[in-house]
Structures are given as structure tokens and as C-alpha cells.
């Protein structure tokens, strides 16, 4: 699960218990983007905060994991290149790349975009107003012919047989932006991340020169 946690919250947490719930996921890899391909990083945040409040946001949970894969490579940080890397680690394990429907609605502008269905499965888990009503008609147009739909399961699977997973349930109104802004204004943002993230962007005063 990648990201720019920028900072982590709790819909990140919620999204990825739910994907590990509903595929019987062994464990979930946490995957801080060194740098953003599509966007630049608000704050000019480093890595090494992002990353610290994502080992803080999971701490004490074996089946959480957070991998400093795409600050190692360094240049910008390509899913496709990340999911490579993982699949020559771990080529016996059966890997899923999990998402939100925003960033699943948005995957034809996404660099090489077409490999990540020859390297993994996806699970796409719902985001607030980005509701995938048509999981194949939101595939990007060139690569809709490659996949088969299960009539009885709905489940879309890729001719090299891997899986598409949408996971609908009822996801939380965040958004880092606006705990950024939050922060930013000195207000209590413990209802939107861990405790010990709220105190570590408080005490390094992380967000302040977003006001």
C-alpha cells in the first residue's frame, strides 16, 4: 500500500484493515513515496518524518509493515517499479497492490501503467465521492480487452490471472489536506491520526508553514 502519508491517518489505517480482512491478507506493507510522481509533496515534508509517523501509526501491529523500498531507489517513486521490486523479492507470494478508488479512476495516467495488472492483483477500496460504479468501463480504454468478468462473482480477473477486488464499506471523510490545515491552525487533530502522530507533527512542528 503506497502512498505519500503525508501525514498517515486513520482512513489509511481503516483501508488497510479492510483490504486485509477481505482478502486474507498474511500481512500489509506500508510504502512511504520518496517522491511523488503526480504531485508535489505539500510542505516539501521528508521522508524521513513520513516515514516515521508511518512506524508510529502501526506500531504494534506484526501484521503491519513499513518498507523504505522507493527512498533506497531513489528518482520518482513508480508503482510499477516498487511492484516490480516486490515481485523479484517475493516471486512465490501472492501479492495485491491496494488502492482507493480515486487513484483506481485515475490509473491510465500512471507510468507503465499497464504492467502492474501482469504484476499483481488490486484491491481498490472505496474513497469518499469516488464510488466505482462501473469497475469496467473505469479501466483505462486500452487494457479493458484483457480482462474477463465472472458473471456470478462480478470479479474481473487479467488474461496473465491476476485479480481486480473492490472493497465497498464506509469509508472515512479525510484527507491529509485537511489535517495538514488543521495542524497548520494549531487545532487537536487526535480524531484524524494516532495519538503518537498527532504528538510527533505537534512537537516538530511539521505543518506549521502550511498556515
Avoid at 99 to 120: M, V
Wanted: charge should be neutral.
Amino acid at each position: 500500500m503506497g502512498g505519500s502519508f503525508n501525514p498517515v491517518h486513520n482512513a489509511h489505517l481503516r483501508i488497510a484493515g479492510e483490504a486485509q480482512a477481505a482478502c486474507l491478507l498474511d500481512r500489509v506493507i506500508f510504502i512511504p513515496a520518496a517522491d511523488p510522481p503526480h504531485k508535489p509533496l505539500a510542505g516539501d515534508v521528508s521522508f524521513k518524518h513520513r516515514s516515521t509517523m508511518v512506524s508510529m501509526a502501526i506500531a504494534g501491529r506484526a501484521d503491519f509493515e513499513m518498507s523504505t523500498v522507493e527512498a533506497e531507489r531513489g528518482g520518482k517513486s513508480y508503482s510499477v517499479d516498487t511492484i516490480r521490486t516486490f515481485r523479484e523479492r517475493f516471486p512465490g507470494d501472492d501479492l495485491f497492490f491496494i488502492i482507493g478508488g480515486d487513484s483506481f479512476l485515475e490509473l491510465g495516467t500512471w507510468h507503465r501503467y499497464a504492467e502492474i495488472f501482469q504484476l499483481c492483483n488490486l484491491i481498490v477500496v472505496e474513497r469518499p465521492g469516488c464510488p466505482v460504479t462501473n469497475p469496467v468501463d473505469s479501466l483505462p480504454a486500452a487494457v479493458r480487452g484483457e480482462f474477463t468478468r465472472d458473471g456470478k462473482t462480478g470479479r474481473l480477473t487479467h488474461r496473465s490471472g491476476t485479480a481486480l477486488f473492490f472493497i465497498t464499506g464506509s469509508p472515512l471523510e479525510l484527507s491529509s489536506t485537511e489535517i495538514r490545515r488543521i495542524a497548520a491552525a494549531g487545532t487537536d487533530i487526535t480524531r484524524y491520526v494516532p495519538p503518537d502522530v498527532a504528538a510527533y507533527i505537534s512537537q516538530q512542528r511539521i505543518y506549521h508553514q502550511c498556515q
